[in-house]
């Protein structure tokens, strides 16, 4: 008898550390899915869980989920104070590219094909 593999899920969100409504909705999710699935957050920005645990009451630890930062040259957006649809297209985009080493890709912030 094998050992059955645990589904692999990607959750793109371009930046948790904003922490509002769907900032909270994703970090539930994650915290969610950590149990049952190999899940990855797939972000454009660095996550500081700590902080993240104070404002949203999640306990999400770094070894919980892995991290996949973008690490194209449009890393750069992320530093503007704008451009949020131009940020979640770029990771929309990038996403695409990886979907192929995940079971599931889902994000729990608007559109996302």
């Known amino acids: ?21 769907a900032e909270r ?5 994650l915290l969610a899915l950590k149990d ?16 993240l645990n104070e404002h949203l009451g999640t306990w999400l630890r770094p070894g919980d989920i892995r991290i996949h930062r973008l690490d194209s040259p449009a890393r750069w957006l992320w530093q503007l104070p704008r ?10 985009r990038y996403c695409r590219k990886l979907a192929a080493t995940f079971d599931l890709v889902v994000s729990p912030w608007n559109e996302f094909d």
Request: contains cysteine; proline residues 0%; aromatic residues 10%.
């Open 1 to 21: 008898m094998g050992t059955a593999t645990r589904k692999r899920i990607g959750v793109m969100y371009f930046d948790l550390m904003k922490k509002r409504g």
């Open 25 to 29: 909705v994703c970090s539930w999710m």
């Open 83 to 92: 451009c949020t649809l131009l940020k979640h297209s770029v990771l929309n």
């Open 36 to 51: 049952e699935y190999d899940v990855t957050l797939i972000t454009g920005t660095d996550v500081d869980f700590d902080q």
